[in-house]
């Protein structure tokens, strides 16, 4: 069975500040990983995914994420934050065979 | 549009009255998949299907029940609501496998008293 963690159930950030929402996951097959953004009020959209090739993966509004098969992490990075970013991230994990594993989420709050 | 929609938006009922909540898409896709959110739990797998006439159950389907008659549409049906089942739900559609983008509906807030 596959699951995620992710380490932060909140961050708070200042406006222009780097930040880094943490995500691990433990599988015993092969993974997709995926990022998540639910801003408030509304359903979730697809921010970044990795499937094969270049472990480090750009996504929509300048969020990228690393994946790192060593210590089964995909950490999601974005060097300059804004007030727009505040939402709920989820990482979630396939193996391609079922629906997706989310994590519990992490609210990412930017403050100016 | 592409979209995925809901209906109802949001539904106050009481224990035990049947309920459904209707899930439409207009992408063509073949997957579709029901998920409920709890506050520090995420979203958690109900149901799923992968195709017409093909489903099965994902990680907390105790209480539901679910169909897909038509390609487009996958309504979700408590038959005998209960408190535990007050939550969040997203309905979701993608192309094939969960590979692909899952397309997330508004989301339907249940409320049984």
């Known amino acids: 069975a596959q699951s995620v963690t992710q380490l932060d159930s909140q961050v708070p950030v200042f406006e222009e500040a780097p930040v880094e929402l943490r995500c691990n996951y433990s599988?015993?097959?092969?993974?997709?990983l995926f990022w998540y953004v639910q801003y408030p009020n509304q359903g979730l959209q697809l921010l970044l995914k990795?499937?094969?090739?270049?472990?480090l993966v750009k996504g929509i509004n300048g969020f990228e994420a690393e994946f790192n098969k060593s210590q089964t992490s995909f950490h999601l990075r974005k060097p300059s934050v804004h007030i727009s970013d505040t939402a709920e991230y989820f990482c979630?994990?396939?193996?391609?065979?079922?629906?997706?594993?989310f994590g519990s989420g992490t609210r990412l709050q930017v403050q100016p | 549009e592409a979209q995925v929609t809901q209906n109802p938006r949001y539904l106050i009922t009481v224990t035990g009255k049947k309920l459904t909540v209707t899930c439409s898409q207009n992408?063509?896709?073949?997957?579709m998949s029901w998920y409920r959110q709890d506050p520090g739990l995420g979203l958690r797998q109900i149901y799923y299907?992968?195709?017409?006439?093909?489903?099965d159950k994902g990680d907390v389907p105790e209480g539901y029940k679910v169909s897909r008659k038509e390609k487009r549409n996958f309504p979700l049906i408590l038959e005998s609501p209960s408190p535990n089942q007050t939550s969040l739900y997203f309905c979701?559609?993608?192309?094939?496998?969960?590979?692909?983008?899952?397309?997330f509906g508004p989301g339907t807030r249940l409320t049984v008293t």
């Open positions: 992408m063509n896709h073949e997957y």
């Open positions: 990795y499937l094969s090739g270049s472990t």
């Open positions: 599988s015993s097959v092969s993974v997709y």
């Open positions: 979701a559609s993608s192309r094939g496998q969960p590979l692909y983008e899952q397309y």
């Open positions: 979630a994990v396939s193996t391609g065979r079922r629906a997706l594993t």
């Open positions: 299907s992968m195709n017409v006439e093909v489903t």
